[in-house]
């Protein structure tokens, strides 16, 4: 049996017509910068998130730079995150000639540990930055707290997690502002990239606005120097269509996450933990195995697609080796590095290839 680890096109075809309807509304007005269909989405998108406002942008790495470019990070700022996330997180900081602090991740959620974070701040920190990895959010009360304790803002990294709930709020919506991803294997994606800031802040909000298009406000007036951060308004008409299927879909990934959860409990292989409170997203359904590189050619042997996120911590990369951390720093980051493994779990995938999945990695692991 082959099973794919994602496969778009079980989502698209059933809503081809849709698409098209939505995607020829907008060529036939040519409305291609910001305007209605982007101002329709920003506003379904708020609701969705419980927050006051959402800017689209060009893609999630790009709310986290404008987020950072409002916050007015420049170089000699600190700015905390875990070092087990997608490179973006980081990036970000070190675009803006900040410097990266990192922190290491509790080992059940892998979303940063707050514990760290007391050893952390200092009186040059402006911004914490957790990550809701793989569809949790993380512990944003702890993360809150300590932050407005120093008056540091918080930033949440929710690429991977848009509509994940903790204690009934929603991802997004208790941070300074949260950040958003469309890319395409997230849960809303788009046909290409996207992305959005979140925030319940005005003045944030308009910042964020006017950095998106060079700092301009006014046309050819310039406030501030920001980037050419739009979302474009073909994407953002897609994104409307998509957000109506959006919670069914987060549905289906939770209904296979329960399937596997059943399957797999009692083995070796050591499945996601949700905190209670939580109510995840599943963006990726990601367990831990021993010999996890021998468990995933076994399961690609039996046409089984999987995936590694993320198989170097980014306090180890080539391009941060100047920030002068090393192996053995962040111990909870490096383990989950050589253990984790991403099953295919998209609403789509049907039962009976999600049990194949179990059964063969059940054999694969012994
Ligand atoms: C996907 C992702 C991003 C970046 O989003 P892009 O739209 O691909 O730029 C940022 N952070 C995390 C944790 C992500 O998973």
Redo the contacts with the bound molecule.
């Keep these: 049996m082959n099973v794919k680890l994602l496969d778009l096109q079980a989502q698209y075809v059933p809503l081809r017509e849709e698409i098209r309807r939505a995607l020829d509304e907008v060529m036939d007005q040519q409305a291609l910068v910001l305007g209605p269909h982007v101002e329709k989405f920003e506003k379904s998108l708020a609701a969705y998130c419980g927050t006051k406002h959402a800017i689209g942008v060009s893609?999630?790495?790009?709310?986290?730079l404008c987020s950072l470019m409002a916050l007015g990070i420049k170089p000699g700022d600190e700015v905390i995150c875990p070092t087990f996330?997608?490179?973006?997180?980081a990036g970000a900081i070190a675009r803006l000639g900040a410097r990266i602090v990192f922190a290491d991740i509790e080992p059940a959620t892998f979303n940063i540990d707050p514990s760290w974070l007391a050893a952390k701040i200092t009186p040059l920190t402006r911004a914490i930055i957790p990550?809701?990895?793989f569809g949790q959010v993380a512990n944003m009360e702890a993360v809150n707290a300590i932050a407005a304790k120093h008056d540091v803002k918080v930033i949440e990294?929710a690429?991977?997690a848009i509509g994940a709930k903790r204690h009934g709020k929603r991802a997004c919506s208790t941070a300074f502002a949260g950040?958003l991803?469309?890319?395409p294997?997230?849960n809303l994606g788009a046909f290409g990239?996207?992305?959005a800031i979140c925030t319940n802040d005005d003045g944030f909000a308009e910042t964020c606005r006017l950095l998106r298009v060079h700092g301009s406000g006014h046309q050819y007036y310039h406030k501030f120097v920001g980037g050419m951060f739009r979302i474009a308004a073909m994407q953002a008409a897609v994104l409307s269509v998509k957000m109506k299927y959006l919670e069914t879909w987060h549905e289906g990934r939770r209904r296979n996450a329960a399937i596997y959860d059943r399957l797999l409990a009692g083995s070796k292989v050591v499945t996601p933990r949700i905190e209670t409170g939580n109510w995840s997203i599943y963006?990726q359904y990601v367990v831990r195995v021993p010999d996890r590189d021998r468990v995933k050619k076994a399961l690609q042997d039996k046409g089984i697609g999987s995936a590694v996120?993320y198989p170097l911590p980014l306090h180890m990369q080539e391009c941060f080796k100047y920030l002068g951390y090393g192996a053995g720093d962040f111990p909870q980051s490096e383990r989950a590095c050589n253990e984790v493994l991403a099953l295919p779990i998209y609403p789509e995938l049907p039962e009976e290839q999600v049990r194949y999945v179990a059964q063969e990695l059940l054999a694969a692991v012994g």
């Design positions: 893609s999630g790495s790009d709310a986290l996330t997608f490179f973006a997180t990550v809701d990895l990294d690429a991977q950040c991803s469309f890319y294997t997230k990239d996207a992305g963006n996120y």
